[in-house]
């Protein structure tokens, strides 16, 4: 039978001539951009040097020409021993620091022998259950030396006190870890959905953990405000932009209510944000994030010191602009990404494997993302100059305007709020409103690239009906019998009265005022599983069902 289906491969000229020229966020690109854009503009009030208020150039003197940025490559999978080798791999090929990607059950709180973790175990990162895990995890990766991102949210606080027990058995001291825990809960009611507890119970955790590390774990970064997955679940650069940082005033007013000074603890937030495909946007996103950080922190919430009102961050290349067809051209889309992230000024970078969209990287694929971060950083002159797209009238330009796109959001979550961001962010999520606007947000550009006003490549033009598959990486189901055989030999092997009792205590204070993560490190210490920790918070705090809006 002959295909009659219509083709969507097109001509260059074709292509150009159906673009609106808009960016990726639907804001109109002008067809050049010249001084009077930025007549009534003042360099000094907008722009400053490096390392000072406002802060756009960035947040240090000297950026990357005293230091690059840390080549974080995010990686977990199988076992605790298999994502152990490739950290190892990782660290011999170059890479400056961990990140550790978690399997769903774990993110969850489930242990690896839960009937609801069947099927799951290992498949999209790597599964931990107890301290055992995590000290085979960094086995041979002293803890003291070098920067540990966890990216985990609902059971943060969990994974948190079994990285402590860790380095506790390692002999380092709790004060010399450096390092980041995501636990950014907020934005997984807005987009990600990995939660446990409702939001209070939450917010009581990430409070906790706040003012512990302030007091006894001042190099680490407690929480990890998240944009990533928001713009992964469809949102506009502004939108990534504004819900982050509003989620970032809601994490500093739940210091304040709990009493900590904000020139103390406010240094302790970091930041994740996406870098997608379009490359003056997200340049001019990062840009203005720091403009506006600086601003609330000074102005709003009374910071003084300008370690307070630095806006450091972690970026990673946009996982939903990568393709399944023609999947070598996402390593051109992740050096693009990986360009503008250092252009706007990441303290750290994780860079996409090219076979990401189909599979956990190949050790190959992910030695490839690494290698294009050593390139852009030893052979493009990039880092040399900081901020080098500084004072262009068309990224001035959009820098301005997605600051105002910003501000206008935040308007409307304080009015939510009644003068509170924390109270308007909560909000916001009971009534739906973040949801809806990533939903409209996500229509409109899926719309635009069914119509033809936005392209990619190998999907809707220059299309290749013949490809061949390429090699990815199989995670076989002896990943989870190996898991619930550690699992149980963990438990089969403990005191178990111990483990008992250190729960008891756990419940006991959680229905108290008290500060919970000295409880949740006895529980590690006795080599509680995280489902029993999970397990029993969720018996005091309830869990969380979110309730349909649309």
């Known amino acids: 039978m002959t295909d009659t289906r219509p083709r969507t491969r097109r001509t260059d000229d074709a292509v150009a001539a159906e673009r609106s020229h808009r960016t990726l966020s639907g804001e109109p690109v002008p067809e050049i951009a010249t001084a009077e854009d930025l007549a009534s503009w003042d360099p000094d009030e907008r722009l400053g040097r490096p390392g000072e208020f406002p802060f756009t150039r960035g947040v240090y003197p000297s950026m990357y020409r005293g230091r690059l940025w840390t080549m974080r490559q995010f990686a977990g999978f199988g076992t605790p021993a298999e994502t152990n080798a490739r950290y190892r791999f990782l660290l011999a090929q170059g890479q400056g620091g961990l990140s550790v990607a978690f399997d769903m059950p774990t993110l969850m709180g489930l242990d690896s ?23 085979t995890l960094f086995d041979s990766i002293p803890l003291g030396d070098i920067s540990t991102s966890m990216t985990i949210s609902g059971p943060a606080t969990v994974a ?199 599979a956990l990287p190949t050790e190959d694929a992910a030695k490839l993302a690494l290698r294009t971060q050593q390139v852009i950083a030893y052979e493009t002159g990039a880092p040399d100059t900081i901020d080098p797209l500084g004072g262009s009238y068309f990224v001035e330009t959009m820098t301005d305007r997605i600051e105002a796109q910003a501000e206008e959001i935040f308007a409307h979550i304080d009015a939510m709020g009644e003068g509170s961001m924390l109270d308007g962010v909560l909000a916001g999520i009971e009534q739906g409103w973040f949801q809806q606007r990533i939903a409209d947000a996500a229509f409109e550009e899926q719309r635009r690239y069914e119509t033809g006003d936005l392209v990619k490549v190998g999907v809707n033009a220059f299309v290749e009906t013949d490809e061949a598959p390429i090699d990815t990486l199989v995670i076989g189901p002896e990943a989870e019998v190996q898991q619930r055989v550690a699992v149980g030999r963990t438990r089969a092997e403990r005191d178990d009265a111990a483990a008992k009792a250190a729960i008891a205590d756990l419940v006991r204070a959680a229905g108290t005022d008290e500060n919970l993560i000295d409880p949740m490190v006895e529980c590690a210490r006795t080599r509680c599983t995280e489902g029993e920790i999970v397990s029993a918070l969720v018996g005091v705090f309830g869990d969380y069902r979110e309730t349909p809006r649309f």
Not at 245 to 263: H, K, M, S, T, W
Not at 315 to 338: C, D, H, W
């Open 113 to 135: 022998d839960d009937p609801r973790s069947e099927g799951e175990v290992g498949r999209c990162g790597v599964a931990t259950d107890s301290l055992d895990d995590f000290e």
């Open 160 to 358: 948190f006190a079994f990285f402590l027990a860790t380095a506790e058995r390692q002999g380092v001291a709790w004060d010399q870890l450096d390092g980041t825990l995501q636990t950014d809960i907020l934005k997984e009611y807005i987009a990600q959905k990995e939660w446990i507890f409702p939001p209070r119970p939450h917010l009581r955790l990430i409070g906790d953990l706040m003012a512990f590390c302030a007091e006894r774990c001042p190099k680490f970064h407690p929480v990890s405000v998240s944009g990533y997955h928001i713009r992964e679940a469809g949102a506009t650069a502004a939108q990534e932009l504004a819900f982050t940082l509003a989620d970032g005033f809601g994490y500093v007013e739940l210091g304040q209510r709990r009493g900590l000074d904000v020139d103390r603890f406010s240094s302790g937030l970091s930041f994740f944000f996406n870098s997608h495909i379009d490359f003056f946007e997200e340049i001019a996103k990062f840009r203005a994030a720091r403009r506006i950080w600086a601003r609330w922190l000074r102005d709003r919430y009374g910071a003084t010191d300008p370690a307070a009102m630095r806006l450091r961050f972690h970026t990673q290349t946009a996982g939903v602009s990568n393709t399944a067809q023609q999947p070598m051209n996402n390593v051109v889309r992740t050096a693009v990404e990986a360009l503008a992230a250092v252009f706007g000024g990441t303290q750290s970078l994780h860079t996409n494997a090219l076979d990401e969209v189909l």
